[in-house]
């Protein structure tokens, strides 16, 4: 009985050393794999040519972790995602297999003439100035986790506008809405969602006076259209540390908040990565 006993637990656990959640994953989502393997060292994962490192679970021993973000141009289809690590020198491989599902975000149709859609040679080269800035950032990989516990929201207010809204300008599919809009009247107070590291506190072009926050591991949290900036780049920020007021800079109809996530190097919708951290407990 008892042998039966610990054959089945054993079972048990080869059969949970590799998670990943959710199985199915929809387009500009984030899907999270978990490890549990003792006596390795290394482990990282490639997806769709993405290389990707696991990270150690805070305060837990064995146990791993990587958030793999689907771009939301992704074909849908299925991926197999390699895992590889190193025991006793050598090198072992593992597959798994994530399905890429349609978000079936809806379209916004918009018709603007031609002369509102082309940005003159001066704006052209500050955008991609900025561009570039922007992704030198995110593409970068901090080694520490700077999380305090779960993420919060940004505001506390209604969404206008949700993550994803595929943008249609003239009949062809130009953009998609890269975050999410909460409602705020200029001078609402913006919190930090969680802890981090200040690495963008400027005005934009586009995104207005912008704030981006590092919370490690490649993962970055955006805030646009600020009126006021409260925090500078380079400084450490609290969870709900008020780091600047809500507003209506940079190219926009109206006040509000645009709240954005990036995850090594990829935008995703922020609620679901939010949602999908805050249940795995990845602090
Ligand atoms: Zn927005």
Do not use: W
């Amino acid at each position: 009985m008892k042998k039966i006993l610990i054959i089945l637990i054993n079972f048990f656990i080869v059969l949970n050393a590799l998670e990943i959640k959710p199985k199915n994953v929809e387009n500009a989502n984030t899907a999270i794999l978990i490890l549990e393997e003792k006596n390795i060292k290394n482990p990282k994962l490639t997806f769709d040519k993405q290389n990707i490192d696991f990270f150690s679970f805070p305060n837990k021993k064995n146990k791993y972790y990587a958030l793999v973000p689907v771009s939301y141009y992704k074909d849908k289809k299925d991926y197999r995602i390699i895992i590889s690590y190193l025991r006793d020198k050598k090198k072992i491989f593992k597959g798994v297999t994530l399905s890429v599902i349609d978000g079936n975000y809806k379209s916004e149709i918009i018709n603007v003439s031609k002369g509102k859609v082309t940005l003159s040679k001066k704006n052209k080269a500050r955008v991609d100035k900025e561009y570039k800035e922007a992704m030198n950032i995110y593409n970068s990989v901090s080694p520490n986790l700077y999380l305090n516990g779960k993420f919060i929201y940004p505001i506390d207010s209604k969404i206008t506008s949700n993550f994803g809204t595929k943008r249609v300008y003239n009949g062809s599919l130009k953009s998609y809405h890269s975050g999410t809009d909460f409602k705020a009247k200029i001078g609402t107070k913006i919190k930090a969602v969680n802890d981090g590291i200040v690495v963008l506190s400027k005005h934009r072009f586009y995104a207005g006076n912008s704030i981006v926050i590092d919370h490690g591991q490649g993962i970055y949290s955006c805030y646009y259209h600020l009126s006021k900036l409260k925090f500078k780049k380079g400084q450490k920020v609290k969870k709900g540390d008020i780091i600047g007021l809500s507003g209506d800079t940079g190219r926009v109809t109206g006040p509000h908040l645009h709240f954005a996530f990036r995850i090594h190097g990829i935008q995703v919708d922020p609620l679901q990565l939010i949602t999908l951290v805050n249940k795995n407990n990845i602090y």
